[in-house]
């Protein structure tokens, strides 16, 4: 059964520090991975989409990894900012097209000051 | 902002009612999603259009459930007989048709959230 696990559900951080996001998948076949960050109460926005041949993606303070042979994907956020506080959500799309992706349940994250 | 805009942003119905929302997505898209989102889970796909014609629907969807996209441009989701499992965020997503569909990245609207009482 295709499915994005993410870890861990919820976080708490001081504003300042960096935090690391974690997402196991077992979907297959496997086209790519997208990060999206959602504010409550707002749709959500994507940060980064990785290929099978891509392992690293950065967008300013939020780098992504790719590991396809163990199937996991991390979201890793620097100098984390108030602004930060959201679900970030992994899905994986199977065949590339956007009506077919898994969407992970996500991790909530609130940056304490 | 040229955004993907979605109205009302908020709904209260009584059971029983017939609800319709409107997306208006970005206008150099070609492809319009509708999803729906209740908390603490991720979105759940419904159906997708390529310019008018609605391509792809969820088994999931229930017959009371209706998108249109009649001249390729905005979209009307309509839910007919409302129950409280309806109660949810319904989300719109556009994107554009590229060769390289790894690099359309859907672009969300902020929802309606539909309450029924």
């Known amino acids: 059964k295709n499915q994005v696990e993410q870890s861990p559900q919820s976080l708490i951080i001081l504003e300042g520090k960096n935090c690391t996001l974690q997402?196991?998948?077992?979907?297959?076949?496997?086209?790519?991975l997208r990060w999206y960050k959602q504010d409550t109460g707002r749709g959500p926005v994507s940060l980064t989409i990785?290929?099978?041949s891509e392992n690293t993606k950065s967008n300013g303070r939020y780098t992504a990894t790719l590991d396809a042979d163990t199937k996991q994907s991390s979201l890793h956020i620097t100098a984390s900012q108030l602004s930060d506080s959201a679900s970030y959500i992994c899905?994986?799309?199977?065949?590339?097209?956007?009506?077919?992706?898994?969407w992970g349940a996500g991790t909530k994250l609130i940056i304490k000051p | 902002d040229t955004g993907v805009s979605q109205n009302p942003r908020h709904k209260i119905t009584k059971r029983g009612q017939n609800v319709t929302f409107r997306c208006d997505p970005i206008?150099?898209?070609?492809?319009l999603y509708w999803y729906r989102q209740t908390l603490g889970q991720g979105p759940e796909f419904l159906t997708y259009?390529?310019?008018?014609?609605?391509?792809?629907k969820s088994r999931l969807l229930s017959d009371r459930f209706s998108a249109e996209r009649p001249k390729g441009s905005f979209s009307t989701l309509e839910i007919q007989r409302t129950e409280q499992g309806d109660s949810a965020m319904y989300l719109c997503?556009?994107?554009?048709?590229?060769?390289?569909?790894?690099?359309?990245?859907?672009?969300f609207g902020n929802g309606t959230r539909l309450t029924v009482t």
């Open positions: 997503a556009s994107s554009r048709n590229l060769r390289d569909r790894a690099s359309s990245p859907l672009h």
């Open positions: 206008s150099e898209h070609n492809r």
């Open positions: 259009f390529q310019n008018e014609a609605q391509l792809e």
């Open positions: 997402c196991n998948y077992t979907v297959s076949p496997f086209s790519n």
């Open positions: 990785m290929t099978f």
């Open positions: 899905v994986v799309s199977a065949s590339g097209s956007n009506y077919q992706l898994i």
